[in-house]
Each structure stands twice: as structure tokens, then as C-alpha cells.
T-cell receptor, first 117, second 113 residues
């Protein structure tokens, strides 16, 4: 079945360091891909998404490119801040004709990012 | 408020007790989802509504779990005869219509003792 694998955490970085969180997926067809973020004490928030191969999603300085050939959607940021400390989830949504419920999300296990001043 | 609202935020239940978790989606949102998030794991899909119709309940782990959305707005997730393995955060999410971005509530934390 469809699945998402992301790098285990915690990832600990100093402020202004470069961030990469790896995410790979297994899916039938062409899923949509997402990164969600969960700040301490808050609900899941959509960070960025990409709906087709070679699309780049971006938001708040974060970027991820949909790579069909490597089935990857790695999250990157050039210079992290303390306020970026959170848990990051990679997720996919199967295309409607494969996955049943539209927008049904399949999540990875999450990666905790801790940014130190 | 403008977001998805869930209640109670925290619930401690004795094993065998029935619980009901409520979700108030964003007004006018057609799609509504329930997810279960165990400690240290990503959310896992439970069930999906489009208006009042439950179109997918393939993720419900057993017949002790039941969800409804009778008027196409508020939804309730009911767990009968709770077990320790039901301890998790239950997340509700809504979307303006099928295929659009969904918005999550803060979750209901259930602990079964």
C-alpha cells in the first residue's frame, strides 16, 4: 500500500544553519505531496504542497520539490530560526481514482526539529 | 472561532468506558476527516465525510469505533468499551470541498487507564 518514510529525529541545528529533512514515498499513480508542521501546543498546519512531478512547493522560506524519478519530496530551508522548532510531517494524498476518499492523507512518522540559538 | 474546534481537549477514561469526541468544522466546509495519532507517530486516517455522508470508514480500527455527522456540520467520534490501545490524540480536519486543502483542529487527547 501507499506509504511515506521520513528521516528520524530529532534534528538539532544551530540558528542560521541549513536544513534538510528527507522524505520518500511509495504510491500508485501520481499522488499529491505535502509537508505539515506541528508547533508545540498547536494543531497540524499545512506548510507547503506539490501536486505534480517537478513542482516546487514553498512557504516561509521552506521548499520541497516533487521528484518522481526518486520518489522523494525533501524539505529544505537555507537558514533556520529558533521559531522553526517543531515536528514536521511529510504526507501524500493518493489520486482520487486510486485512493478512495479525496484528500485522504497518509503521513510519515514525523521529524522533530530543534533549533538552538 | 474561525478554525476547527474539538472537545474535550483532554479526556481520561477508565478501560471499558464509552467516550464521545466532538468536532466543530469550519463553517461551510463540506469535507470532514478524523485521524488517530499515537504517541510518536504520524496521524492515521480513520474516516471521511462529505456533508452528512460517510464515504470512507476504512480506517476505523474496530466496530467499537463509530462516527457520525447527521446534519453535515458537527461530527462526533464515539469509542465504545475503550481499551488502553485507544489512547491517542484524535484529530479532526475539514475542507471547503473535496480536493481542497484541509485544516486540522488541535485534537482531543484520550488516555485510557
Amino acid at each position: 500500500g501507499d506509504s511515506v518514510t521520513q528521516m528520524e529525529g530529532p534534528v538539532t541545528l544551530s540558528e542560521e544553519a541549513f536544513l534538510t529533512i528527507n522524505c520518500t514515498y511509495t504510491a500508485t499513480g501520481y499522488p499529491s505531496l505535502f509537508w505539515y508542521v506541528q508547533y508545540p501546543g498547536e494543531g497540524l498546519q499545512l506548510l507547503l504542497k506539490a501536486t505534480k512531478a517537478d513542482d516546487k512547493g514553498s512557504n516561509k522560506g521552506f521548499e520541497a520539490t516533487y521528484r518522481k524519478e526518486t520518489t522523494s519530496f525533501h524539505l529544505e530551508k537555507g537558514s533556520v530560526q529558533v521559531s522553526d522548532s517543531a515536528v514536521y510531517f511529510c504526507a501524500l494524498s493518493p489520486p482520487p481514482n486510486y485512493g478512495g476518499a479525496t484528500n485522504k492523507l497518509i503521513f510519515g512518522t514525523g521529524t522533530l526539529l530543534a533549533v538552538q540559538p | 472561532g474561525a478554525g476547527v474546534s474539538q472537545s474535550p481537549r483532554y479526556k481520561v477514561a477508565k478501560r471499558g468506558q464509552d467516550v464521545a469526541l466532538r468536532c466543530d468544522p469550519i463553517s461551510g466546509h463540506v469535507s470532514l476527516f478524523w485521524y488517530q495519532q499515537a504517541l510518536g507517530q504520524g496521524p492515521e486516517f480513520l474516516t471521511y465525510f462529505q456533508n452528512e455522508a460517510q464515504l470512507d470508514k476504512s480506517g476505523l480500527p474496530s466496530d467499537r469505533f463509530f462516527a457520525e455527522r447527521p446534519e453535515g456540520s458537527v461530527s462526533t467520534l464515539k469509542i465504545q468499551r475503550t481499551q488502553q490501545e485507544d489512547s491517542a490524540v484524535y484529530l479532526c480536519a475539514s475542507g471547503i470541498r473535496a480536493g481542497n486543502t484541509i485544516y486540522f483542529g488541535e485534537g482531543s487527547w484520550l488516555t485510557v487507564v
